[in-house]
């Protein structure tokens, strides 16, 4: 029986010299979305967030340095507001430590493991040591002071538990570096974190505005540290709802549309960036306002001042 290689050889044909191992590609896996260059990004991240937050570690454990050498030496005859300065202080200064790493990260990528990437912290302490600050205007009792102390950082660890989960030291292959980001199962998820996460902060600001204008109806010799309290949380929202409007803006977007643009991509990383900076520069904000507003604080620092001239 003749063959059909004998009948293409016959004709001078060579199958044999063929490869017939084809590589098919997979159209289910290919991601029709546009390789963005990061470059432009990249270049803003690693100029403006290691500037900013060199200005922003310097000026502020400086300032609350201070806040806290002077609260030190009147910590026998301390007010409800003192402490509720104290705790916010420590919780900047903790805050604080962290940005050299971010700034490296900006230059350098992540270069410190998942277990430092996962040990961040929340804001959600501000409502919490405002709200027990002002109820214990009316108790004044040390043992209310420590467990309002001791629920206030409780329930900051529990805040940190979205980011213990879903935070990890990942590559980047469009930044070609390793980065300290959120892994969600879904936008979805994240979608619901970012739109749960504003509805509470503003809960939680307005709880605040109604519970200080109470209080400050209650007497005029408390007015100064109400008055400092409700500019310390108006500063707080100020500070960081440019960050939370780009950040549910930036989560639509990649939820409605997975094709969006490079232009789109970059611009909201740019913008992300700028706006997560200019939030976490409220850390040093806050000794300015109670150089300008508490006066308790300014006279304190003043005598320590005429002390060292005098010594």
């Known amino acids: ?59 502020g454990l400086l300032g609350n340095g201070l806040v806290l050498v002077v609260l030190w ?12 300065v104290f705790h916010l202080c420590v919780a900047d200064m903790l805050l604080l430590l962290t940005m050299p790493l971010w700034a490296v990260e900006a230059v350098m990528g992540w270069i410190f493991g998942t277990t430092l990437c996962k040990l961040t912290g929340p804001t959600g302490y501000l409502y919490l040591s405002v709200i027990h600050g002002v109820r214990m205007f009316s108790r004044r009792r040390p043992w209310v002071i420590q467990i309002s102390c001791m629920v206030l950082w409780f329930s900051s660890l529990l805040l940190c ?40 902060m503003l809960y939680f600001y307005t ?21 400092l309290i409700l500019l310390l949380v108006v500063v707080f929202f100020i500070c960081w709802a440019p960050y939370n409007i780009t950040l549910m803006v930036d989560t639509v977007t990649h939820n409605v549309s997975s094709n969006s643009s490079c232009y789109t991509s970059t611009a909201l990383n740019i913008a ?4 997560s900076t200019l939030g976490y520069l409220h850390c040093c904000i806050n000794p300015l306002l109670y150089a300008f507003v508490w006066g308790k604080f300014r006279d304190s620092v003043l005598d320590m001042v005429r002390r060292g001239r005098a010594a």
């Not at 992300?272 to 706006?275: E, G, K, Q, S, Y």
Request: proline share 4%.
């Open 207 to 227: 709880s605040i505005f109604l519970r200080l204008r109470r209080g400050s109806q209650r007497g005029a010799a408390k007015s100064q540290d109400m008055r």
């Open 161 to 200: 538990i979205p980011d213990w989960i879903f935070l990890e030291a990942s590559s980047d292959s469009r930044r070609d570096k390793i980065e300290c980001v959120h892994w969600y199962p879904s936008h979805n998820w994240r979608l619901d974190l970012s739109t749960t996460c504003s509805a509470v």
């Open 73 to 84: 030496q009147k910590r026998r005859s301390w007010s409800v507001t003192d402490t509720f």
């Open 272 to 275: 992300l960036t700028t706006t």
């Open 1 to 59: 029986m003749v063959s059909i290689l004998d009948i293409s050889e016959s004709f001078g044909w060579n199958f044999s010299d063929y490869d017939y191992n084809f590589t098919y590609p997979d159209y289910m896996e290919y991601d029709w979305r546009p390789d963005c260059d990061q470059d432009l990004s990249m270049a803003f991240d690693a100029i403006f967030i290691p500037v900013l937050y060199t200005v922003a570690v310097v000026v």
